[in-house]
């Protein structure tokens, strides 16, 4: 493999299925048992809040009987033994990246971990109000008050359909410098993530995908490895750190 400085990863609902969380586009086309537009617009959040918020609800509950898997804690060592620069974008809402370890905050910079979640986060609310997010752990029964601006107002800290995702200025900036753009259990089906492959090109990147299936946008890849993310990633991460 050539060399590489500057490395951003991209993760999907395919890094955790083998956790046990479901990945969004199942044979049935359903999440959970659920149409995407009923739990994760905006307009389902106004029509029946209660549904949305039970729904996420039972999402986070899940995480607790859920443990992080091989392709979580490998790219925790990437994150751990990268010395150039690195950058995990996750599009997933649980936690398992960080609880294999990736992610804590570095002394470098302005402090910030070395993953993002580009679509919120499940132990998160998010004041609809005033904007402000805080950690949360519990369930999220509708009409909670937001201890900073005391709106009833507080919402899971997803970000639904027509909502823009978080950091995509960090994201952007990591993208014009990267040289290795990896993308690991994601459809491709979702912009602005599924664009990110094409920045990368344009920045001279080098582009892997490791993925169950070719995702939709696989012809953009450089480099296309298929199977289960627990056995592609250790071994992917393996090479890069040289064994
Ligand atoms: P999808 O459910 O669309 O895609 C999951 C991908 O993971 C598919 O390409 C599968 O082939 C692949 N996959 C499944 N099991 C795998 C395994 N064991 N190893 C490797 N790959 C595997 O999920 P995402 O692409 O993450 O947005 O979905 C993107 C966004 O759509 C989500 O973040 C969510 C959803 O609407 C929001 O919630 C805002």
Redesign the pocket.
């Known amino acids: 493999m050539p060399e590489f400085q500057n490395i951003v990863i991209l993760?999907?609902?395919?890094?955790s299925?083998?956790s046990g969380l479901a990945?969004?586009?199942?044979p049935d086309g359903l999440?959970e048992g659920h149409r995407?537009e009923d739990v994760?617009t905006p307009e389902a959040l106004a029509r029946d809040a209660a549904l949305v918020h039970r729904f996420y609800d039972e999402r986070r509950a899940r995480l607790a009987e859920v443990r992080p898997n091989a392709?979580h804690e490998a790219l925790a060592r990437l994150d751990a033994e990268w010395r150039g620069e690195l950058l995990i974008v996750t599009?997933?809402?649980d936690d398992l990246h960080e609880r294999a370890g990736a992610g804590a905050a570095t002394d470098a910079g302005d402090g910030a971990g070395r993953v993002l979640h580009m679509?919120?986060a499940l132990q998160s609310a998010l004041c609809a109000r005033c904007g402000e997010r805080r950690p949360w752990a519990e369930s999220l029964p509708t009409g909670r008050i937001c201890p900073a601006c005391a709106a009833p107002a507080l919402r899971p800290d997803?970000?639904?359909?027509g909502?823009i995702?978080y950091e995509m200025d960090r994201i952007e900036r990591a993208l014009a410098d990267v040289d290795l753009f990896v993308s690991?259990?994601?459809?491709?089906?979702?912009y602005p993530?599924a664009g990110f492959v094409r920045t990368a090109r344009h920045h001279g990147a080098h582009t892997v995908e490791?993925?169950?299936?070719p995702?939709a946008g696989s012809f953009l890849f450089h480099e296309s490895r298929m199977?289960?993310?627990?056995e592609?990633v250790p071994a992917f991460v393996a090479q890069l750190l040289g064994g």
Not at 184 to 190: D, E, K, L, N
């Open positions: 993760t999907g609902a395919g890094v299925a083998e990945t969004f586009r199942g999440w995407v994760c392709a599009q997933n809402v679509h919120g997803i970000v639904f359909f909502e995702p690991i259990g994601t459809s491709g089906a979702v993530a490791l993925n169950l299936d995702s199977g289960a993310a627990s592609l």
